[in-house]
């Protein structure tokens, strides 16, 4: 195989990643700002975010690298998918600011204090509703002509998109509540505990539907799963993420191994974004446009490829070091500075 058929491959596996660590690790984060609304009073809300705080901002590096990734290998992708989900993903932007700015914000405010701490959540929940809707247009598939885009501004809107949009709320929501089960204890552990079995039960459900509803769209995902049977081969998935929901459900309520639901939580999510990936591969862009397709040309691919190389293990690097120097749990009296 030639470099023009291995390095779009390439590509498409690091934008891949890039999204998945992104969506992991920033997503217990917009979890707990959907959550902030559960807290019992204001000291709570200082735990549950002080969890996050000295972590929080580096995760949102992987989003920079899948966007920018995008951008350099895929640029035909970049244009078509920015231009049709222009509102939505500027939604997203807007609102992963407003939630930056709160976070910051309500640590050094006094009277306003409630004020960013309910602009921590929305624009919490209102970033999880993007990627969420963005997610679905892409899934529910964009009808092409010559390359070019036939839906209007508001193409992407659905009622599967919607539905998306509200399930990664709530996917988010359960990735929250793993993760203050994981760094807290005492009465901040145990309502996240009691947030977390439901959610499950609710996240498990949304995943059925969303599958449900996959036959009646036209983005050729069902026909990937179902033709030349590829079922055989592709049904541990949907099997694993069965026996994933039940370990959770079981982990969510049960006492000690604390780490437990939130790394079942984690591995919910990646067998959801596997599924996604074999199902709508090999194009980029759900229903016909290809990752050959898109593709820039492989001097250029070659070229940012290079750079990723140092790149990617010095992101890889620091990220593992700050989770690794900041582990453990998170007293109730902590400050953030």
Known sequence: MDLQTVLPVIWFGVIGFGVLMYVLLDGFVLGLGILAPFAED???????????????????????????????????????????????????????IFRGVAFEFRFKARRAKPFWGAAFSLGSMLAAFAQGVILGALVEGMPLEGGQYLGGAFGWFSPFSMLTGIAVVFGYALLGSGWLILKTEGPLQKVARVLARPLVLVVAAFMGLVSAWL???????????????????LAPVPLLVLANAVALWRAAMREGRDARPFVLTLCFFALGFAGLVLGIWPNIVPPAMTIWDAASPPSSQGFVLAGLVFLLPAILGYTWWSYSVFKGKVAADAGYH
């Open 42 to 96: 204001e000291g709570q809300l200082d735990h549950m975010m002080n969890t996050a705080a000295p972590i929080w901002d580096g995760n949102e590096t992987w989003l920079v690298l899948g966007g920018a990734g995008l951008l350099a290998a895929f640029p035909k992708a970049y244009a078509l998918v920015l231009s049709a989900l222009y509102l939505p993903v500027l939604l997203m932007l807007i609102a992963l």
């Open 215 to 233: 036959p009646f769209l036209d983005s050729r995902i069902m026909a990937r799963w179902f033709e030349d049977g590829n079922f055989w081969w």
